[in-house]
């Protein structure tokens, strides 16, 4: 698997279409005395560009690089964040369950559509990431799911990873003794077929991808190979997102779980966004034109000593200043399984703290991307009703706009969220027309 990834070759289109100009989106300029070539340059029958692992022979053209700023530009607006909504069925089948709910494609749409027909969602969310599944699925009133979304000024874009596969392929006999720290590190895939879902995703009005590689913190990891190879996949999911049009959202994942320290989160955090940036600067991805997704710096959920939210800021922050480059437009940080409110209090902090004056501790949009922090409780709320909609999606709403005060330093507390709620209408035409 590992010599795999060394193919120098990407491919740009997929070979069963029709019609390749179409689906092309690539333009690029001569750099390197190499010869321009554009999707309308390609020989007939020829799919694939031939592009240098270190150092890519490409560099977008002013005009993609435009496009990809204003699609940033976009997403980290002040004063929102990014909703992620793309948990895998068997994830939010689970939560399904235990309100009662079957886990059938049928009630995830049904859910997906109470969150994306919330009134006033665009107010606090500027983009939505969602699963294949439901960037095929439909309203009650046959309108494509992400249209609404649209519609209402909401960036569309799909995770477009495919999952983990364990990066020493051992049998479970294997991983003792000095080995044993290995067993949880993986390998992302995706990149097979990656141009073709690329193409399709842009074609059919999404704006960026995602893509996100998990990393586990032990005495010895993440170690050396979990570092090199998933910075390696994850530069060349960027480099074919850019070609195609798409921001790529890159997805560092530095697991929570474990009895670490906050020191030793920072150091794992650290090694991880300094082995991705020094990918993506060796595969000539414009930095302008990505949007970071990763974890805050926290102790581990089973240590014995948690860190205050001033102390998660801090560490945070000092990650940050040491290995993101500041062409970088902004972070969209992940919850992990912080619960909801702590989430908000340290994203909070964070803003405060990085915005303090004369610090200049954050040259860089540093917002919320969060999925269950944002949809605690909606579940158990609606429990499949119609008449609980209105509730639900008041809740849902509740969760945006604290976070939403957080990613400008501004929360106080969750009643005085509450409070400006009062006049907003939850069980209105949006609502009815749904359900």
């Known amino acids: 698997m590992i010599n795999s990834l060394s193919t120098n070759k990407i491919d740009l289109f997929s070979s069963q279409s029709s019609d390749r100009t179409n689906d092309a989106t690539i333009d690029c300029k001569e750099t390197n005395n190499q010869p321009s070539l554009t999707g309308m340059d390609l020989q007939n029958g020829q799919t694939e560009v031939d592009v240098q692992t270190t150092g890519s022979i490409f560099t977008l053209s002013q005009r993609n690089e435009a496009e990809l700023r204003d699609i940033v530009a976009k ?40 969150l994306f027909t919330t009134p006033n969602m665009h107010k606090h969310i500027s983009a939505v990431i969602v699963q294949d599944e439901t960037y095929r699925q439909l309203t009650d009133q046959g309108d494509r799911l992400v249209d609404i979304l649209r519609r209402a000024g909401i960036a569309v874009g799909v995770k477009i990873d495919e999952g983990t596969i364990p990066l020493f392929p051992l049998a479970a006999e ?12 993986t390998l992302t895939r995706g990149l097979d077929g990656l141009s073709e879902r690329c193409a399709e995703y842009k074609k059919g ?34 480099m074919t997102c850019q070609r195609f049009g798409l921001v790529p959202i890159v997805e560092p994942d530095v697991s929570c779980e474990g009895t670490h320290g906050i020191e030793q989160c920072q150091r794992a955090t650290q090694q991880v966004l300094a ?73 909070n902090a964070i803003n405060i703290i990085g915005g303090k004056t004369g610090t200049n501790l954050k040259p860089w949009q540093l917002t919320f991307c969060f999925g269950r922090a944002l949809q605690a409780n909606v579940m158990e709320i609606w429990k499949g009703f119609g008449e609980n909609v209105g509730a639900a999606q008041k809740q849902f709403f509740h969760r945006a706009r604290a976070n939403a005060e957080a990613e400008q330093g501004t929360y106080t507390d969750e009643k005085s969220v509450s409070d400006t709620l009062s006049t907003i209408n939850f069980a209105g035409e949006s609502i009815t027309r749904y359900y």
């Open 75 to 114: 997403m980290l607006q002040s004063g929102k964040g990014i909703l992620a909504a793309d948990d895998p069925a068997e994830a939010i089948g689970a939560r399904l369950a235990l309100f009662g709910m079957d886990s059938s494609a049928e009630n995830r749409r049904r859910f997906r559509q109470l």
């Open 174 to 185: 294997d991983f003792v003794g000095e080995n044993e720290c290995w067993k949880g590190e």
């Open 205 to 238: 009005g999404c704006s960026f991808a995602k893509f996100r590689c998990a990393y586990r913190i032990s005495q010895r990891t993440p170690s050396k190979w979990a570092l090199e190879q998933n910075a390696m996949i994850m530069a060349r999911f960027a």
């Open 275 to 347: 082995h991705i940036f020094k990918a993506l600067a060796e595969h000539n991805v414009y930095l302008e034109g990505i949007i970071l997704k990763t974890n805050m710096v926290t102790s581990g959920l089973s240590a014995p000593d948690q860190s205050s939210a001033e102390q998660i800021a801090e560490y945070t922050l000092l990650t940050l200043r040491r290995t993101l480059p500041v062409a970088v437009t902004g972070v969209g940080f992940l919850a992990g399984d912080q619960p909801a409110i702590v989430a908000t209090k340290n994203l």
